[in-house]
C-alpha cells in the first residue's frame, strides 16, 4: 500500500473523481489534521458538497420507496438470496442516456406511491372506527346526542370484572328514574349507556365513576352506530377499490424495473462521489487530496492522473506508518479469508494468517465433523447455494469456505469409516475413533504442537524481518528446544527410539538455562528474574495444547450421536411400519445432529485459531481498505476490458 497525494485544476476534479470511482483503487484520506494547521487553514478550504448530498440522499430514497413498492406488487418469484444482475459498462450507460426521462418516471411512480400510503392509512382508520364501533351496535340513539333538554345521556364503558348489576342497583338508589342499559361485553371491558335526569347527573356521575366508569367519545360521528358502519363500509369499499387502481400502476414490466435499479444504483454511485468532497481540500482554482492505493494498482491511477494534467507523488509508507489492509489470496485462500475477516483484520506490519491457517481450519473442521454423509451433504447444499444464489462478500466467502470444509469431512468420514453414522457399513480406510480413541487423541495433540508450532515460527520471522534475532531466539527457537526435549524426555523411549529421551533430557536442560539467560542478557533491574516465571509459561503450552484434543471429542460427539439415531430408529423393527419410522427418525435425528455439529467444528476451528494460533503472534486491528468505489445494490458492472 502506496502513500498517494494529488493536486489538480477545479474544473478536471469531477472527471478526476469519476474515473478513480470507476478504478476503485483509491481510499481518500480524511484531511481535518490539515485544516487545524495554521498554513493550511490560511489557504484551502473543505471541499464539501452537503447541498448535493442532501439532493442526492433525497432522491435515493424515493428511488427506493418507488422499488420497494413495485417489488411488494409484482409477480416476480423473489430469490433466497438476493444477488447483483451482471451488466457491461456500455449496457448500463445505454440504459441511462435519458436520465430526465427516467426522474420523472421515478417521480410520477412516487406520486402514486404517496397516493396509496394515504388511502392505506385511511383504510387503517376505517378499520379501527370499525372496531370500536362494533361493541355500541346495540346501542340505537345517535352518537351525537349528549343531552336533551331534562335528560343526560352518558356511554362508556367499565372493567369486565365490574358487577353490572351491583352497578345499577347502586344508580338506582340515587335516582331511581335512571336507566343503565348494558350494550355488550368483551374479555376487557363491559359498554354501557346512562340515562338520567339532569337533576341527578351529579350523584349518578359519582357512583359510576367509583365503580370505574370511563366516558366514551365519538368525535365527529353522526347518526346511530348502525348508520355509520354502514357508511364506513361503503367508504372502506371505495378506498380499497382506489388502492387497487393505484397498485395496477406499480406493474411494470421487467425492463422497466431494470431501468429503475440501474438509476438508483447510478443516484447512490453521484452520492458517495459528492460525499468524497469531505476528505478533498481546494482553492477557488485547485483541489488537493492524499490516500492511499495499492502498490499494484498505481500504474491506472498514474494513467488517469496525468490524462487530466494532474501532479502527484506516490511514496511508500514511512517506517511506523499505518496503512489500510487490503488483503490478497490466490482464489483457493481467498474464501477463508472470512475467518480472520470475523476476528480482526492484520495491521499493515503484521502478517496475512490466512494462508497459514486456512489449511488447518480446513482439516480441523473436517476431524470435528468426520462423516461422508454429512460432509457431502454439506459441501453440495454449498456449491448449490454458490451457483444457484452467486452470494457475495462475506456470505459468498463463507459458503466457499463450509463447501472445502465439506470435502475435508467427507475424506475423514472415509478415513474413520462413517456414513451418517453406522447406517451404512463402511470400512475405515485408516481406523475407526471409537475403538482407537487414545491413538486419535495423541494425534490430535500432536496436530496442535504443529499448528502452535508453526504460529510461533511466524512470529519469529517477523521479528527476524524487523531485525530481532537475539528475541526470535529467546521468544521461540528456544522453546522449540525445550518443548520438543520435554516430549522426547516423557516419551521418547516409548514412542520414538531407545535413548531418545536422554536426548530430550539435555533438550530440556539447555532450552530452561537460555530461556532464563536471555532475560538476563536483555532484562533490567528486576525484569532480569522474568526467565524464571517464563519457564511457568510451560503450562500455558501444555494448556494449549491439550485444547486440540476438541478434535478427538467433537469428531466422537457427532459419531455417537449419530449412531444413537440410527439405532432408536432400528428399534421400530423390520417391516413397513418399522422402514417408515426410521426413515422418520433418520431425517430428524440425522439433521438435527447436522446442524448442532456443523456449528460446533465451525465454532470450535475457528476457537483453534483465534485463541491457540494466532495467541502466539497475531495482534490484529486493522484498519479496511475502503477506496471510492462505485457501491451498487441491484448492478454489478463488469469491466468490459
Not at 487553514?41 to 413495485?70: G, K, Y
Not at 343526560?152 to 372493567?159: E, K, L, N, Q
Not at 363491559?190 to 365513576?209: F, P, W
Request: proline share 3%; glycine share 8%; aromatic share 10%.
Amino acid at each position: 500500500m502506496n502513500k498517494l497525494s494529488v493536486i489538480g485544476l477545479e474544473e478536471e476534479k469531477q472527471k478526476v473523481l469519476s474515473e478513480l470511482q470507476r478504478l476503485g483503487v483509491v481510499e481518500l484520506s480524511d484531511q481535518s489534521d490539515k485544516l487545524t494547521d495554521a498554513e493550511w487553514a490560511a489557504i484551502v478550504h473543505r471541499d464539501s458538497e452537503e447541498d448535493r448530498v442532501s439532493r442526492l440522499d433525497a432522491e435515493l430514497s424515493q428511488v427506493d420507496t418507488v422499488l420497494d413498492t413495485v417489488s411488494r406488487f409484482d409477480n416476480e418469484k423473489k430469490p433466497l438470496f438476493a444477488s447483483r444482475k451482471p451488466m457491461t459498462e456500455t449496457e448500463y450507460a445505454g440504459l441511462l442516456q435519458k436520465p430526465d426521462v427516467i426522474r420523472g418516471e421515478v417521480q410520477s411512480l412516487a406520486s402514486k406511491v404517496e397516493q396509496w400510503n394515504e388511502k392505506k392509512t385511511e383504510e387503517n382508520t376505517i378499520v379501527s372506527q370499525q372496531a370500536a364501533l362494533t361493541p355500541w351496535m346495540a346501542y340505537e340513539l345517535p352518537l351525537e346526542l349528549a343531552a336533551t333538554k331534562t335528560v343526560r345521556v352518558m356511554y362508556g364503558v367499565i372493567p369486565a370484572v365490574t358487577d353490572a348489576e351491583a352497578l345499577r342497583k347502586a344508580v338506582t338508589e340515587v335516582s331511581e328514574e335512571t336507566e343503565v342499559q348494558i350494550l355488550g361485553k368483551d374479555a376487557e371491558q363491559q359498554y354501557l349507556s346512562i340515562l338520567c335526569m339532569k337533576a341527578d347527573e351529579d350523584a349518578v356521575t359519582d357512583v359510576v365513576k367509583s365503580m370505574g366508569f370511563t366516558p366514551t367519545s365519538f368525535k365527529g360521528l353522526t347518526g346511530t352506530a348502525s348508520d355509520n358502519m354502514v357508511r364506513l363500509a361503503d367508504r372502506l369499499k371505495e378506498v380499497q377499490e382506489e388502492q387497487k387502481t393505484l397498485e395496477a400502476g406499480f406493474a411494470i414490466s421487467q425492463d422497466e424495473k431494470t431501468l429503475l435499479q440501474c438509476y438508483h444504483d447510478e443516484v447512490e454511485v453521484q452520492r458517495d462521489r459528492a460525499r468524497a468532497g469531505d476528505k478533498l481540500l481546494a482553492t477557488k482554482q485547485a483541489f488537493y487530496f492524499d490516500g492511499w492505493v495499492p502498490a499494484e494498482s498505481q500504474e491506472e491511477v498514474i494513467r488517469v492522473l496525468d490524462a487530466h494534467d494532474c501532479w502527484h507523488d506516490i511514496r511508500e509508507p514511512e517506517k511506523g506508518e499505518e496503512t489500510p489492509t487490503l488483503m490478497k489470496n490466490n482464489s483457493f485462500v481467498t474464501p477463508v479469508e472470512v475467518i480472520t475477516e470475523l476476528y480482526s483484520l492484520p495491521k499493515s506490519y503484521e502478517v496475512d494468517p490466512t494462508p497459514i491457517f486456512s489449511l488447518f481450519y480446513i482439516v480441523f473442521f473436517g476431524m470435528m465433523f468426520a462423516d461422508i454423509g454429512y460432509g457431502l451433504i454439506l459441501a453440495g447444499l454449498t456449491l448449490f447455494a454458490v451457483k444457484k444464489y452467486k452470494p457475495e462478500g462475506l456470505f459468498d466467502k463463507l459458503c466457499k469456505t463450509l463447501f472445502y470444509c465439506g470435502i475435508s469431512t467427507a475424506i475423514w468420514g472415509v478415513l474413520f469409516g462413517g456414513f451418517f453414522g453406522d447406517m451404512l457399513p463402511v470400512k475405515p480406510l485408516w481406523m475407526n475413533p471409537l475403538d482407537n480413541a487414545m491413538f486419535i487423541l495423541a494425534f490430535s495433540c500432536i496436530l496442535g504442537v504443529i499448528h502452535l508450532f508453526v504460529g510461533m515460527g511466524i512470529k519469529a520471522y517477523m521479528q527476524i524481518r524487523d531485525g530481532q534475532f537475539f528475541d526470535a531466539v529467546c521468544d521461540v527457537f528456544i522453546w522449540y528446544v525445550f518443548i520438543i526435549g520435554l516430549a522426547l524426555l516423557l516419551f521418547g523411549d516409548s514412542f520414538v527410539a531407545p535413548g531418545s529421551g536422554t536426548i530430550g533430557k539435555w533438550m530440556a536442560i539447555i532450552g530452561a538455562v537460555v530461556i532464563v539467560g536471555c532475560e538476563f542478557i536483555r532484562g533490567k533491574g528486576i525484569g532480569k528474574l522474568v526467565g524464571l516465571w517464563n519457564l511457568y509459561g510451560t503450562t500455558s503450552y501444555l494448556a494449549d495444547i491439550l485444547s486440540y484434543s476438541r478434535l478427538l471429542a467433537l469428531g466422537l460427539a457427532s459419531a455417537v450421536i449419530a449412531q444413537v439415531f440410527n439405532m432408536l430408529g432400528r428399534m421400530l423393527g423390520k417391516g413397513v411400519v418399522g422402514v417408515i419410522g426410521f426413515i422418520i427418525v433418520a431425517v430428524i435425528g440425522h439433521t438435527v445432529n447436522f446442524l448442532i455439529n456443523a456449528l460446533g467444528s465451525f465454532v470450535h476451528a475457528s476457537r483453534l485459531q483465534y485463541v491457540e494460533f494466532f495467541g502466539k503472534f497475531y495482534e490484529g486491528g486493522g484498519t479496511p481498505f475502503r477506496p471510492l468505489e462505485r457501491k451498487t445494490k441491484y448492478v454489478k458492472i463488469r469491466n468490459e476490458q
